[in-house]
C-alpha cells in the first residue's frame, strides 16, 4: 500500500487503535486521519456519511 495512503484509524486514543498507529507510523504511514469520538461520533450515521466524501479515496 502507498505510504502516503490516507488512513482512517478509528479508536485512537484507546489501546487497540493506539497500538495500530505506532504501526503504521513505525511502517512509515504517515498520512493517518485520527478523530476522537468528540470530533467523529461513530454512533452518528450523517456525521459519518459527511466524514467520508462518496468516490473518493
Ligand atoms: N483491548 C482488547 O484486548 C480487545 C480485544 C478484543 C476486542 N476489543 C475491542 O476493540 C475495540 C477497542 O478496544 P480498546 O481496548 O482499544 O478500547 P479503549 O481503550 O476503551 O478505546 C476505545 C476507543 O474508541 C473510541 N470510541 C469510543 N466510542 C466512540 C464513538 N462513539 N465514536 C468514535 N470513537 C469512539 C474512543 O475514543 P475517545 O477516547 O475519543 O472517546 C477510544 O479511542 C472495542 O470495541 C473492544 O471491545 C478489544
Do not use: W
Not at 488512513?7 to 476522537?36: C, Q
Amino acid at each position: 500500500m502507498d505510504k502516503a495512503a490516507r488512513i482512517y484509524v478509528a479508536g485512537h486514543t484507546g489501546l487497540v487503535g493506539s497500538a495500530i498507529v505506532r504501526k503504521l507510523e513505525s511502517d512509515g504511514y504517515h498520512n493517518l486521519l485520527l478523530r476522537t469520538s468528540n470530533e467523529l461520533d461513530l454512533r452518528d450515521q450523517r456525521g459519518v456519511a459527511g466524514f467520508f466524501p462518496r468516490g473518493k479515496a
